[in-house]
C-alpha cells in the first residue's frame, strides 16, 4: 500500500534551517507529482511546494526563496530544505502525494503522511 513517512521537523530559532524528509513506498515514485503541504493549528491546510515527474518545482509566495524541494528517485525520498525560518513557519508539515500506481496508471485520491512538527521561536 501507499505509504509516506516524513521525518526532520524539530525546535530551531527563527533564522535557522532545518530539512525535512519524506521517504515513499507502494507506488511508483519517480513517476508521482509530490508535494509539501503545512498546517498550522486552527488553519486550512497550505500548499507549501511540488515537484513533478520532470523536477519541475513550484512554491508558496510565502516560502518561495526560502525553501527548497528535491528529490531522490533512486531512494524515493523527497526534501524540503528550509532556510531563514520564521516563527510563521510553525505547522506540521506534511507530504502528499497522488501517485503513480503500479498496474494501473494514476491515482486520483490524495496519500498523506502523518506530519513531521517544525516549530521556530522568536
Known amino acids: 500500500q501507499v505509504q509516506l513517512v516524513e521525518s526532520g521537523g524539530g525546535l530551531v530559532q527563527a533564522g535557522e534551517s532545518l530539512t525535512l524528509s519524506c521517504t515513499a513506498s507502494?507506488?511508483?515514485?519517480?513517476?508521482?507529482?509530490m508535494a509539501w503541504y503545512r498546517q498550522a493549528p486552527g488553519e486550512q491546510r497550505q500548499l507549501v511546494a511540488t515537484?513533478?515527474?520532470?523536477?519541475?518545482?513550484g512554491y508558496a509566495d510565502s516560502v518561495k526563496g526560502r525553501f527548497t524541494i528535491s528529490r531522490d528517485n533512486a531512494k524515493s525520498a523527497m526534501y524540503l530544505q528550509m532556510d531563514s525560518l520564521k516563527p510563521e513557519d510553525t505547522a506540521v508539515y506534511l507530504c502528499?502525494?497522488?501517485?503513480?500506481?503500479?498496474?494501473?496508471?494514476?491515482?486520483?485520491?490524495?496519500?498523506w503522511g502523518q506530519g513531521t512538527q517544525v516549530t521556530v521561536s522568536s
Open positions: 502528499n502525494t497522488n501517485p503513480y500506481r503500479y498496474g494501473s496508471g494514476r491515482d486520483s485520491r490524495d496519500y
Open positions: 507502494g507506488f511508483r515514485f519517480s513517476l508521482s507529482t
Open positions: 515537484i513533478n515527474s520532470s523536477g519541475r518545482t
